[in-house]
């Protein structure tokens, strides 16, 4: 158990839909990322948020968007869902501070859209 | 922004063998240089990471080797076994900053 949950662990849905994911970053953890993951691909980076403030953006969507909460805990919103945005999708978050440490990640939200 | 590139894509290895996987950044601010592992269908997990000051690190049959003046490391695994079989990913990153991740090597260890 890496100490980072993801809910829902599974979602099926229709296209054009939305639906959010959420996820809550192990204690004391600051910094929350979210990566996208399609069958046998690597780990598409979305975007990072530490401590409340969009960090970093990868290669999200704007049918995507997210946010961290100042309880830290951070939800992703996929809408106007399409077939291939059908992958795993994991959360993941790290101590950031004098050295940078490791990236937990969450099991991961497989979305599947019909 | 900083660019990883892995190799090989596959690799099939007997059991009992080596295996070898490298990785170059470009990104000279890159200090942690993590490896982690991935079973099917599974989250991605550490096994061993290095950091900016060492040149190379152990634990048991896995190690890593870092050359910051070519920018590239390498994850090596001795004596492999078939739960070794998995994808494997590199990355790198500096302090406060998002893990460039990539593109993974999918290992097969051959019984």
């Known amino acids: 158990d890496s100490g980072v949950t993801q809910t829902p662990k599974h979602l099926i849905t229709a296209t054009g839909q939305r639906v959010t994911l959420r996820c809550s970053p192990r204690?004391?953890?600051?910094?929350v990322y979210w990566y996208q993951q399609s069958l046998d691909q690597g780990l598409q980076f979305l975007i990072q948020y530490y401590n409340g403030e969009e960090r970093a953006k990868g290669n999200i969507l704007e049918r995507f968007s997210a946010q961290q909460f100042p309880d830290l805990h951070s939800e992703l919103n996929l809408s106007s869902l399409e077939l291939g945005d059908s992958a795993l999708y994991f959360c993941?978050?790290?101590?950031?501070?004098?050295?940078?440490?490791?990236?937990?990640f969450g099991e991961g939200s497989r979305l599947t859209v019909l | 922004g900083e660019n990883v590139e892995q190799h090989p894509s596959t690799l099939s290895v007997q059991e009992g063998d080596s295996a070898v996987i490298k990785c170059t950044y470009s990104?000279?601010?890159?200090?942690?240089f993590p490896w982690y592992k991935q079973e099917l269908g599974k989250r991605p997990q550490l096994i061993i990471d290095i950091r900016s000051n060492v040149g190379e690190k152990k634990d048991q049959r896995i190690a890593v080797t870092l050359n910051k003046t070519a920018k590239h490391f390498s994850l090596h695994i001795t004596e492999t076994q078939p739960e070794d079989s998995a994808v494997y990913f590199c990355?790198?990153?500096?302090?406060?900053?998002?893990?460039?991740f990539g593109t993974g090597t999918s290992l097969t260890v051959i019984p």
């Open positions: 990355a790198a990153t500096s302090t406060g900053n998002q893990f460039y």
């Open positions: 990104d000279s601010a890159s200090n942690y």
């Open positions: 204690s004391g953890d600051l910094s």
């Open positions: 993941a978050s790290s101590v950031v501070g004098v050295g940078t440490g490791e990236l937990f």
